[in-house]
Each structure stands twice: as C-alpha cells, then as structure tokens.
C-alpha cells in the first residue's frame, strides 16, 4: 500500500509566556497531498481489507464539499479500485463542474450517484443498500465519514511515543472515528477533549460505542452552528493563526478546535505547565469550496 507517505511532526505553536501552557499541532495535514491527516488513518485497513476481500469497487457516501469523497476518489485512483459517490443533495448533479470537491473526485475516476437529502437519510437501511448493490452490483462499503472498525484501528496509529509526555489530546470531531482512536491509545494520564463540528448530542453515545477508556470529554460549544456553519469570526481566527503561523487551517474541522482550544486556554481553562497537543486532521481540500459560499454572502474569504 503505496501512497508515498511523509511522516507527520509536531509543530511547538508558541503562545504568549502568561498562558502557563505548551501547545503542538501534529501536522497529520502534511503527510499525503490529496488523502491527508485522518482520512488516510480511515482508509487505510479498510483498503487492505477490500483488496483481501478481492472488491474491486469502493462505494461511500458524503455532501457536497466532503473531505472523505476526495480522499476516498484519490485512494481509490491510486490503489487501483472503482470508486462510487453516493452524494447528498441531487440538484448538484448539474454542478459538479462548479464545485471543487465534486470536480476533484470526478478527474479521480469516481462515479456519482446523487439522491435527495430525504432518500440520503436511508443510506444505512438494508433496503437502500440492496438497491444500490443492484444498480452499482458489488462493492466494499465504506460508511459516511469512514469511521468503522477499521477506521479506529488506524486512528490508534496517529499517536507515537513521542506523544506520551502530553497532558491533553485535542481533535475535532466529525463522526467520532478519529477521537475513539486517539482515546484507545492514550496513556491513563491523558485526558483527550474533542471539538464537534456538529450540533446534537448523539456523538457522544456514538464515539463510546468504539472508545475504550473514559478519559474524554466533548467541548460542544465550538460547532458555530454546526456543520460546515462558520462566521466572520471564525474566518478571522483562521487568517490570522495561518499569518502567525504559517499553517492553513480548515473551516469545517480543525479550525474550530484550535478557535477552541486558544478560548479554552484564554479563559485559564489548562493548568499551568500543562503541555497540549492539538491533531491537524487535514480537510483543507474544502477551503475553495467554502470561500465559494462565503463569496456569494460577500462575507470575507479564507486566504
């Protein structure tokens, strides 16, 4: 399984000597161009099994600006595999030109299938999954988001023993794949905080249906709004944590962790001498499509 990997490294994020804290962002956005940060983590056993399994078919699900589309698309062309998009929305199937995402997935060699927000709510019933396998015949299902079994298993990878010196793990949180696998292979004396990018509180009984231990805590009031919701403030904190530090964030995910993390460490909620370490989860495939929205709201870009 060949994707030409870089190993990740934790970048020392210098903060102002009064907050008492030492932070570092594991740049797991930099070890792959196209299938970066946790999606790789996601995909990477469940390929393996596809390819034991002999499927030559890879069939997901996402939106319109998905980070897990892409990078299923880009695995897929590169590991050799048919891939399928079952995309929610099916007004965008005339669109797919003029949206980013979608027109990166389709030069990867992915077929779509798109279908209403109200036939996407099924996705997971027996029934839709059977009409799909009759139009498409057989595939390796891999879910939204990715998280499975597998995909925790290769979540339990992001962490090294370089990190077992840290007092806290913070990730964002999309289906609560990546926070599971970091609170499995956290050390007793971690505690880990997750960041959702939605709003609900059904994450929290999803991650302990994978998750091991009970040393995590979810942070809910940093969704501004909820998923793939953002404001002026938002794109504020990002331009200026890539001015000052020299690293893109995305919209979606780790950029409303680290706005998180910083008003967490504002309001003295780290005790001094404490050593953080932040997950850079990749995603920024989907800043073009954002700033897209943005520009039609004539609100300020994500440079």
């Known amino acids: 399984m060949n994707f030409n990997l870089k190993h990740s490294v934790n970048q020392h994020i210098v903060l102002p000597n009064k907050s008492g804290v030492t932070l570092y962002l594991k740049r797991e956005d930099t070890i792959h161009p196209f299938v970066s940060g946790n999606k790789y983590r996601k995909l990477k056993y469940n390929l393996l099994e596809a390819e034991k399994l002999g499927c030559k078919t890879l069939l997901t699900f996402g939106g319109a600006f998905s980070n897990h589309?892409?990078?299923?698309?880009?695995?897929?062309?590169?590991?050799?595999?048919?891939?399928?998009?079952?995309?929610?929305?099916?007004?965008?199937?005339?669109?797919?030109?003029?949206?980013?995402?979608?027109?990166?997935?389709?030069?990867?060699?992915?077929?779509?299938?798109?279908?209403?927000?109200?036939?996407?709510?099924?996705?997971?019933?027996?029934?839709?999954?059977?009409?799909?396998?009759?139009?498409?015949?057989?595939?390796?299902?891999?879910?939204?988001?990715?998280?499975?079994?597998?995909?925790?298993?290769?979540?339990?990878?992001?962490?090294?023993?370089?990190?077992?010196?840290?007092?806290?793990?913070?990730?964002a949180v999309g289906t609560g794949g990546t926070i599971s696998g970091l609170i499995n292979c956290s050390k007793p004396s971690q505690q880990v905080l997750g960041f959702p990018a939605l709003k609900g509180s059904f994450l929290q009984q999803d991650i302990s249906k994978f998750?091991?231990?009970?040393?995590?805590?979810?942070?809910?009031?940093?969704?501004?709004?909820?998923?793939?919701?953002?404001?002026?403030?938002?794109?504020?904190?990002?331009?200026?944590?890539?001015?000052?530090?020299?690293?893109?964030?995305?919209?979606?995910?780790?950029?409303?962790?680290?706005?998180?993390?910083?008003?967490?460490?504002?309001?003295?909620?780290?005790?001094?001498?404490?050593k953080i370490l932040a997950i850079h989860t990749g995603g920024l495939q989907g800043i073009e499509g954002m700033n897209a929205v943005l520009q039609k709201k004539n609100l300020p870009l994500i440079v």
């Not at 009031?221 to 909820?226: Q, R, T, V």
């Not at 001015?243 to 460490?265: A, E, N, R, S």
């Open 69 to 171: 589309i892409a990078a299923v698309a880009s695995a897929g062309q590169l590991m050799g595999f048919k891939t399928i998009g079952v995309i929610r929305g099916d007004e965008l199937k005339d669109a797919v030109n003029e949206n980013a995402t979608l027109k990166f997935s389709q030069q990867c060699g992915m077929q779509f299938k798109f279908v209403s927000r109200e036939v996407y709510r099924e996705k997971t019933s027996v029934f839709f999954i059977e009409n799909l396998k009759a139009e498409f015949g057989e595939f390796y299902l891999i879910p939204e988001g990715g998280t499975n079994t597998l995909a925790i298993k290769g979540c339990e990878e992001i962490l090294t023993p370089e990190d077992d010196g840290v007092d806290y793990i913070c990730c």
């Open 211 to 274: 998750a091991m231990k009970t040393n995590w805590e979810l942070k809910t009031e940093y969704h501004f709004g909820g998923y793939a919701k953002i404001n002026t403030e938002l794109v504020a904190f990002i331009n200026q944590f890539k001015k000052q530090y020299h690293i893109p964030l995305d919209p979606v995910y780790t950029g409303k962790m680290m706005f998180g993390i910083f008003d967490l460490i504002e309001k003295g909620y780290f005790p001094k001498g404490t």
